[in-house]
């Protein structure tokens, strides 16, 4: 089953930039669905943005759309998030997933998650 691993985040300010990495195991990451959650201190997993197999078709978050950018390189079996303009509100853990099922916004429909990486934004 494929295992994803996430990097890329940091210590930032506000109006910053960062680019998150998502690396998958297996080469039948090109046949599935990605999306990007965060978890923010004390509250639940919250839909960040997704793409799929194909990355023809891309869904945001409300509070991140026009800010930040997801896309994948198949061949590198790798997907990226690039975000633009953070905010301190974006501050979390952020976490990839892939999906059997499609582009989803709900985190039940994926699975492969890997530790996570950190993002902090100060104001």
């Given at each position: 089953q494929v295992q994803m691993a996430e990097s890329g985040g940091g210590l930032v300010q506000a109006g910053d930039s960062l680019r998150l990495s998502c690396e998958a195991s297996e080469r039948t990451f090109s046949r599935l669905a990605l999306g990007w959650f965060r978890q923010a201190p004390g509250k639940e997993h919250t839909f960040v943005a997704g793409i799929?197999?194909?990355?023809?078709?891309?869904?945001?978050?409300?509070?991140?759309?026009?800010?930040?950018?997801?896309?994948?390189?198949?061949?590198?079996?790798?997907?990226?998030?690039?975000?633009?303009?953070?905010?301190?509100?974006?501050?979390?853990?952020?976490?990839?997933?892939?999906?059997?099922?499609?582009?989803?916004?709900?985190r039940g429909w994926y699975h492969g998650w890997g530790q996570g990486t950190q993002v902090t934004v100060s104001s």
């Amino acid at each position: 089953q494929v295992q994803m691993a996430e990097s890329g985040g940091g210590l930032v300010q506000a109006g910053d930039s960062l680019r998150l990495s998502c690396e998958a195991s297996e080469r039948t990451f090109s046949r599935l669905a990605l999306g990007w959650f965060r978890q923010a201190p004390g509250k639940e997993h919250t839909f960040v943005a997704g793409i799929s197999w194909s990355g023809g078709f891309t869904e945001y978050g409300d509070s991140v759309t026009g800010r930040f950018t997801i896309s994948r390189d198949n061949d590198k079996n790798a997907a990226y998030l690039q975000m633009n303009d953070l905010k301190p509100e974006d501050t979390g853990v952020y976490y990839c997933g892939v999906s059997n099922s499609g582009l989803q916004i709900t985190r039940g429909w994926y699975h492969g998650w890997g530790q996570g990486t950190q993002v902090t934004v100060s104001s």
